[in-house]
């Protein structure tokens, strides 16, 4: 069966054909380049590096200050550390908390982190609430940005503190002559 092609009136159906083939694939060419941009962004926003944040350079409101990822009843952790509020913790706060809800299949329901007293820290733990049927943990840690993770059981819904290792100046001392004593004797002989 043939098709009978008519040509337009002052042209052919071929001069058609080659005068809007270069349009439609530039416009083809337009939409690809578009969706790779769009899907690239999407895939590069999924695989943020939290771990990697840089610590702030503005100067700090008062010695020992810090800053905590921040979210109120976030759906999920990535959420809540994408669109965090950059902000340094009030003075009377020590500690960054977080306090996450999940599912009995460990899907979480709401994040909230925010900086913490002392007194605020002491829940620290898992708890399943029978009347929502959900499990809520809490967790508090010290120092900078240091809420990165949400707990998920009682080994990581812990209170973290950073204990700084003291040695006395004599101890100190000892160290460093056996070192010298060590690296002596291995030159000599």
């Known amino acids: 069966m043939c098709i ?18 270069p349009l439609l694939c530039h416009m ?39 800053k905590c990822f921040t979210c109120d009843n976030v759906v999920d952790n990535y959420n809540c550390n994408r ?10 706060t020590q500690y960054c908390l977080t306090v ?9 329901t709401s994040v909230t982190k925010k900086c913490a007293t002392r007194e605020e820290c002491h829940f620290v733990g898992c708890r399943h609430r029978k009347e929502t049927s959900h499990t809520e943990c809490i967790s508090c840690c010290e120092g900078m940005i240091c809420n990165v993770d949400i707990p998920t059981n009682q080994t990581n819904a812990v209170f973290a503190v950073v204990h700084t290792r003291r040695t006395s100046g004599g101890s100190r001392q000892t160290i460093s002559t056996l070192l010298l004593v060590s690296v002596t004797v291995i030159f000599i002989l």
């Open 4 to 21: 009978e092609h008519r040509p337009v009136e002052g042209s052919s159906s071929l001069d058609l054909y080659h005068k809007s083939m």
């Open 28 to 66: 083809l060419a337009v939409a690809c380049v578009e969706i790779l941009i769009v899907s690239s962004n999407w895939i590069l926003a999924k695989n943020i590096n939290f771990y990697n944040v840089r610590l702030p350079v503005d100067p700090t409101p008062y010695p020992s200050s810090f």
């Open 83 to 92: 669109w965090a509020e950059d902000k340094w913790c009030p003075q009377n």
């Open 100 to 108: 996450h809800h999940f599912t009995s299949h460990g899907r979480s």
